[in-house]
């Protein structure tokens, strides 16, 4: 069946330091890939996604490429902010449109 | 802005109480409609899918008759959580598609549930 598994967190970063959340993807077919992301009492936001392999998908800073050979889809930004601590969820969807999410990876940063 | 709208957003109901959450979308409509259950530090576990006009799909484990879904028009699903306990307490989000190019899902702001 579909799955997503992305890295245990939490991740704890220092202002300015790289990120890189990993997830990495079971699927039958051709699925999208999406990064979500959840702020302290919020609900989802969609960060960024991509519909087909070598997509790269992009928004705040954040990017993503979608990597059929290795089935992942990693999140990176260059230089995190304390208000970038949040919970990000990989998901994907094939169809259907049920969306299959990851555990989450909390993210704090330190100024 | 918000194309789709939960509401409430936070709710504190009684033990052995029934509380309904609405699931709106508020600028297309949706035949199809999703509802998830996110416990503490966990992830968003699918619960049943909505469809407009003909019986909620309910995932296996989730009970139906204690999570009602009604789809009544394009635009609007419920979830009432029957006789409610606390361990329903938990944090509900909906997700609607609008259908077309591309079929986007769309997640509401979720609902906070807690169940004293």
């Known amino acids: 069946g579909n799955s997503v598994t992305q890295m245990e967190g939490p991740v704890t970063l220092s202002e300015e330091a790289f990120l890189t959340i990993n997830c990495t993807y079971t699927?039958?077919?051709?699925?999208?890939l999406f990064w979500y992301v959840q702020y302290p009492g919020e609900g989802l936001q969609l960060l960024l996604k991509a519909t087909k392999a070598d997509d790269k998908g992009s928004n705040k800073g954040f990017e993503a490429t979608y990597r059929k050979e290795t089935t992942s889809f990693h999140l990176e930004k260059g230089s995190v902010q304390v208000s970038d601590s949040a919970v990000y969820f990989c998901a994907l969807y094939t169809g259907g449109f049920k969306t299959i999410f990851g555990a989450g990876t909390r993210l704090f940063v330190k100024a | 802005g918000a194309v789709v709208s939960q509401h409430p957003s936070r709710v504190i109901c009684k033990s052995g109480t029934s509380v309904k959450i609405e699931c709106r979308s508020l600028?297309?409509?949706?035949?199809?409609m999703f509802w998830y259950r996110q416990f503490p530090k966990q992830s968003l576990m699918l619960m049943a899918t909505s469809n407009e006009g003909s019986k909620a799909t309910y995932e296996q484990g989730v009970e139906k008759d204690k999570f009602l879904i009604n789809h009544a028009s394009l635009t609007l699903s419920t979830l009432t959580v029957t006789s409610a306990h606390p361990e329903d307490s938990s944090f509900y989000i909906c997700s609607a598609v609008r259908e077309g190019a591309g079929n986007t899902i769309y997640f509401g702001e979720g609902s906070w549930l807690t169940v004293v």
């Open positions: 600028d297309f409509q949706a035949t199809t």
């Open positions: 699927a039958t077919g051709y699925p999208s």
